[in-house]
């Protein structure tokens, strides 16, 4: 055999490993605690809906990186409780500072019923605007399917009231201090008091990134704020 052959031969099983071990990389598996051996079932979750816990145990904490990979768990057969966040990245073409718009909903709480030696699947929409991803987060609709009939184990769905109002921008989540769900909207708040030098770059920074609805409520904020204090 040639040398030029060996060397083809050698680069073509080494690109097949990588695209093998790129394929694994994509689905993450989920220790559930289910007893080894014993009956068992397997739960496919696509990456837009991020396990955040089951049966009450909490699998994942932090929100604030985004996961790409799929999740499968496996689960002992019965009634189970499964606790999501849709989390995903769509092509945002209006945003002037990223290509993507980041989508976080509160947590989605959904009851299915497992069988063993069954697969099943989260089923449900996949936005693919901003506007729709921020809709779809604020009231989805999924489901839980068996894959080989296609019927439908799981309940309804439940999504949790958000605990403050927050601002998603990019890849970080803000969360205003003091400003509850519950508070008014268009209730203007104090502006901090010695604010550092950076203010200034942190001020332009939000203003080009604003919808025009949010300078409306800034400009009213700061009129009204600006008439209180006597200052124009």
């Known amino acids: 055999m040639s040398r030029f052959a060996i060397r083809f031969i050698l680069q073509a099983g080494l690109i097949t490993g990588l695209i093998v ?30 396990v955040q816990a089951i049966d009450g145990t909490e699998l994942r904490s932090s929100f604030y990186s985004f996961d790409g990979r799929h999740q499968t768990l496996r689960v002992a057969p019965g009634e189970h409780t499964l606790v999501l966040r849709y989390f995903d990245l ?16 509160e947590p989605i709480t959904v009851s ?9 699947a989260v089923t449900g929409e ?30 309804e769905i ?24 519950a508070a008014s909207a268009d209730t203007p708040q104090p502006a901090p008091k010695n604010a550092p030098p950076q203010s200034l770059q942190m001020l332009k920074y939000w203003w080009d990134n604003a919808s025009q609805a949010e ?18």
């Open 21 to 50: 071990l790129a394929g694994c990389a994509g689905v993450r598996q989920i220790d559930t605690g289910n007893t080894p051996g014993a009956a068992s079932a397997e739960l496919f979750v696509p990456y837009q809906y991020q």
């Open 112 to 120: 299915f019923t497992a069988r063993a030696d069954s697969r099943y």
């Open 158 to 181: 439940a999504v949790a009231e958000p605990e403050i109002e927050t601002i998603r921008r990019g890849n970080t989540v803000f969360a205003p201090v003091g400003k509850t769900a």
């Open 215 to 232: 300078r409306d409520r800034f400009e009213a904020w700061r009129q009204q704020s600006a008439g209180q204090s006597g200052v124009q």
């Open 126 to 155: 996949r936005p693919s605007t901003p506007s729709a991803g921020e809709a779809f987060a604020a009231n989805p609709s999924l489901a839980i399917e068996n894959r080989a009939s296609g019927d439908t184990v799981s309940g």
């Open 90 to 105: 769509i092509e945002d073409n209006g945003d002037r500072t990223d290509d993507y718009a980041r989508v976080l909903s």
